[in-house]
């Protein structure tokens, strides 16, 4: 397996397939790099470097028992990007793994990028504050904390249903696909996933959209529960000066399998742009 090690020591599990242009994948709570498997797959078949990498605490990379925090996390993504030498990267961010890409354009700047992608994307600020008030209250992730804390697997298979819009009479997804992602969930260390939770909920990323000097691809689903499209994509999107925002109809937050083939195609669009 290859590795990168950053300054404080943290080994960095990533992946690397085909050659070309690099498109750098930043993974979503709670999962890993594989989660990406089905956008990587596509992008080497069209002549382009994937790349992806599990965070710290996650999936084989190391679990160190300090902070957690974005400044980082977005310093373990400078750290892959040096590592490698890339150059005209395509940033592409999940959930959690888009404040990443956040941090790393306001602390590292647009040298290495070329261009940004957002992917249900936890900015600009998830938690509802006194002038935040499109945010999500502070309970729901009290509650996720507890959860977690009390049974752990059985939040996360629970949350997974959730994550991929699973209903009574609605299965986007097979059982094999939750048990995939419970699984990849459960090697994260249970410290980075309590600790993440407050994370990606807690920063507030309006600043660092400033930052975003690249052409940036915004996507969301309109059927989002678990991070809602009110709260952070159209917003998002809305804060970055041209950015272009593309919204899915019926998407649940885990649009990266529901949606993949038109979520590929519109990767390979924008690349090709």
Same mark, same amino acid.
Request: charged content about 20%; overall charge neutral.
């Given at each position: 397996m290859a590795f990168v090690r950053t300054a404080d020591g943290t080994n960095l599990f990533y992946k690397d397939w085909g050659s070309g242009r690099p498109v750098v994948f930043v993974h979503g709570w709670p999962l890993q790099a594989d989660m990406w498997d089905y956008q990587m797959m596509p992008m080497v078949q069209h002549g382009l470097r994937a790349i992806a990498y599990d965070r710290r605490g996650f999936g084989r990379s190391d679990q160190p028992g300090g902070a957690y925090d974005y400044d980082v996390l977005a310093d373990d993504l400078h750290a892959v990007l040096e590592s490698l030498d890339l150059s005209d990267v395509t940033l592409v961010g999940f959930s959690m793994g888009g404040g990443e890409v956040a941090r790393y354009m306001s602390r590292h700047g647009s040298r290495r990028i070329a261009r940004c992608v957002l992917v249900s994307a936890v900015t600009p600020f998830l938690l509802k504050t006194a002038d935040n008030l499109e945010g999500v209250d502070k309970t729901v992730f009290d509650q996720m904390v507890q959860k977690l804390l009390t049974d752990r697997p059985h939040f996360l298979a629970s949350f997974g249903k959730m994550f991929y819009g699973v209903g009574l009479i609605t299965s986007p997804v097979s059982t094999e696909i939750l048990n995939w992602s419970a699984s990849m969930a459960l090697q994260g260390s249970a410290l980075a996933t309590v600790a993440c939770v407050r994370l990606f909920s807690e920063t507030d990323f309006r600043a660092d959209l400033r930052a975003f000097d690249r052409p940036t691809l915004v996507i969301h689903g309109l059927s989002d529960t678990t991070v809602?499209?009110?709260?952070? %994509?159209? $917003?998002?999107?809305?804060?970055?000066? %041209?950015? $272009?925002?593309?919204?899915?109809?019926?998407?649940?937050?885990?649009?990266?399998y529901t949606e993949r083939e038109r979520l590929n195609g519109d990767l390979l669009s924008f690349l090709a742009a």
């Open positions: 809602p499209i009110e709260a952070s %994509g159209r $917003r998002t999107a809305a804060m970055i000066p %041209g950015a $272009r925002l593309i919204e899915y109809e019926g998407a649940p937050h885990g649009l990266f």
